[in-house]
């Protein structure tokens, strides 16, 4: 996708990629999470966060993670149509484009933030810092519950967001227990299919880098840390080494069963009952885009995927038929124009 690349200019291979999607999840020709690509590094992947290392860059303006998340993702986003069409019924549009340089939330430009927490460990106050981003579930409900299938679990353990067919419905970032996805309005497919009535631009998040890891690249956040505080490999010698330093520390590993497990561990010298509770930046409300971070969160929709699916389904078969009728009428129309220049 080209750098300036105006919204509603979006290909017509993006309305057949998206009609081609739903009519694939309503008829259960498709399982979620799907594995739509294909990375070259083999195996499931798992990333790990090391409280004990990471500083927050306190030597610098802002995080390197943060500062080189913002260089590799924000060319991605493209520039909103102006004016951004009010959806209804909520007449909310969330436009950021204006504000890129926020950094103390997550937003569809800062897709990693870092939490600070002022806490004693070991009989000393310390600050320790806490990267935030996308934990990429291993059976996120963020996929499952997207009626155009454009979230999906690839194999390596990333969840992908597909800009192309997200109609920015925001029922991934519900069902997320860190609110983790974030709009920006005024871009995307919708604009194409009903502006005012159905979706309200794309949603973002981290998506682990796979287009790096598909060239077989670490995520830009991890390449750039100075501390080494993040890494990524192989999910069992990731799960292996978090261990390891957690017992060193005597310490508390994060993301291994949070929401039914994810492909994100967090390692802290201290409780994450007790770091949850001195965040900051944090709001009691985190759609705010400043995540919690509430140990043994259970997974939402846990035993209610199919019901979710089927309820879901209901629009997307409308949007379809109305796609597919409008598609034969336009080769109809094709059809009696070429009959009329033949004669």
């Not at 001195?278 to 971070?293: C, V, W």
């Not at 209610?304 to 949007?319: F, W």
């Amino acid at each position: 996708m080209q750098h300036d690349q105006q919204a509603g200019a979006l290909s017509r291979r993006g309305l057949f990629k998206v009609s081609a999607a739903l009519l694939a999840g309503v008829t259960g020709l498709a399982t979620l999470p799907k594995q739509l690509l294909a990375a070259p590094l083999e195996g499931k992947l798992a990333t790990l966060i090391d409280l004990s290392l990471c500083d927050g860059c306190a030597d610098r303006p802002q995080p390197a993670c943060v500062t080189s998340c913002k260089q590799e993702k924000n060319h991605t986003v493209p520039k909103p149509v102006d004016p951004i069409p009010s959806p209804f019924p909520t007449n909310i549009i969330e436009d950021w484009s204006k504000k890129q340089e926020v950094a103390n939330r997550l937003t569809p430009y800062n897709r990693i933030m870092v939490q600070k927490a002022q806490i004693m460990v070991n009989g000393q106050e310390k600050n320790l810092s806490i990267p935030r981003r996308c934990m990429h579930c291993d059976n996120p409900a963020c996929a499952t519950i997207c009626p155009f299938s454009a979230n999906t679990k690839d194999k390596n353990g990333a969840v992908v967001i597909d800009q192309e067919l997200c109609f920015g419905g925001a029922k991934c970032k519900t069902v997320c227990p860190w609110q983790i996805p974030q709009r920006q309005s005024g871009v995307g497919i919708y604009l194409k299919v009903a502006k005012e009535l159905m979706g309200n631009g794309v949603m973002y998040k981290c998506d682990l880098c796979i287009d790096r890891l598909k060239a077989g690249k670490t995520p830009a956040c991890i390449d750039a840390c100075p501390k080494k505080a993040m890494l990524i490999g192989p999910r069992e010698q990731i799960h292996a080494e978090a261990e390891k330093r957690a017992a060193a520390l005597g310490g508390h590993i994060f993301g291994k069963q949070e929401n039914g497990g994810t492909s994100t561990l967090y390692v802290s010298p201290v409780p994450f009952r007790e770091l949850e509770q001195k965040l900051t930046p944090a709001s009691p409300d985190p759609k705010k885009g400043q995540p919690l971070l509430k140990p043994d969160v259970k997974r939402k929709m846990a035993e209610s995927d199919g019901l979710g699916k089927a309820v879901l389904a209901a629009p997307a078969i409308g949007l379809v038929a109305g796609l597919v009728g409008a598609l034969g009428k336009l080769s109809q129309r094709r059809a009696e124009h070429a009959g009329k220049e033949s004669r």
